[in-house]
């Protein structure tokens, strides 16, 4: 099942270059290219639905810390909480302790379901200081969300991390910083499908753009994205050893309530007026 003639080989540098002596991983590119792309398409939104500027500045900040926020806790929380509930400064510092002292690893460990929870906290907040109407909000974010989620999961696959499982099919990836096998390029379906995502919200947009506030385009954001996340996960490897045994390992569990928020989502859209 190892070394397939019609496998690709996948070895590129974690870093293209260095800042001041700080390696600039392939990454944080990619999350910093997702982010200021989501700015540009909510930023165009807001402009487009004529929201005044003062309320659109402060939000790339409260997504920002919101996203990031909420990853590393759900990363450390529901996949390694024995670790991390025993060395809580590495949950908050960029640092693991090692025999050779704290040595800066950045956030290595970031979960989805996290970082969307942590995205919903912080837009409650942005949205009681700025009066906007929270349903009206979701949407817009909604709409630019499968962009960023695309961008991370481009990261990942440049770190060769969150890894499929073996594969004999002609889509076999050899990850050789992990091992010699043929793998699921599992980060790429979940890429391709989350920019089509886009694309389609974005044509449902342009289309029916009077839907805004009625949690429409968070349904489907929501429901596309995570029951996506659902089938794909059975090409994962599994991310963690109580995983090992599980009918459905924990980002299925974690899926399924997003699923149903977001077709519930759309159902009652069909029956609410934008606000």
Known sequence: ??????????????????????????????????????????????????KEDSLFEPLFMYCFFGILIGARLGHCLFYEPEYYL?????IVLPMKQTADGWKFIGYQGLASH????????????????????????????????????GMIRLGNFMNSEILGRATDGPLGII???????????????EAVAYFI???????????????????????????????????VEFVKEVQVDFEQGMALNMGQWLSIPFIIIGVGSMIYSNRKKAE
């Not at 025993?86 to 590495?90: G, S």
């Not at 050789?176 to 790429?188: F, G, W």
Request: hydrophobic share 45%.
């Open 1 to 50: 099942m190892s070394t397939l003639p019609c496998s690709i080989v996948w070895n590129p540098d974690m870093s293209p270059f260095s800042i001041f002596g700080f390696e600039i991983r392939y990454y944080s590119i990619c999350w910093i290219i997702g982010l200021l792309a989501g700015y540009y398409i909510m930023k165009y939104l807001y402009k487009t639905q004529k």
């Open 86 to 90: 025993n060395n809580i400064l590495e």
């Open 114 to 149: 996290g970082g969307t929870i942590g995205l919903f906290t912080a837009l409650w907040l942005y949205c009681r200081n700025t009066k906007l109407k929270f349903a009206w909000v979701l949407d817009n974010i909604a709409i630019t969300t499968p962009v960023v989620a």
């Open 175 to 189: 990850f050789t910083k992990v091992d010699n096998i043929a793998r699921h390029p599992a980060q790429l379906y």
């Open 197 to 231: 995502f886009f694309i389609g919200g974005w044509l449902l947009y342009k289309k029916f753009p009077q839907k805004v506030g009625t949690l429409f385009y968070f349904g489907y954001c929501l429901a596309t994205i995570f029951t996506f996340r659902f089938f």
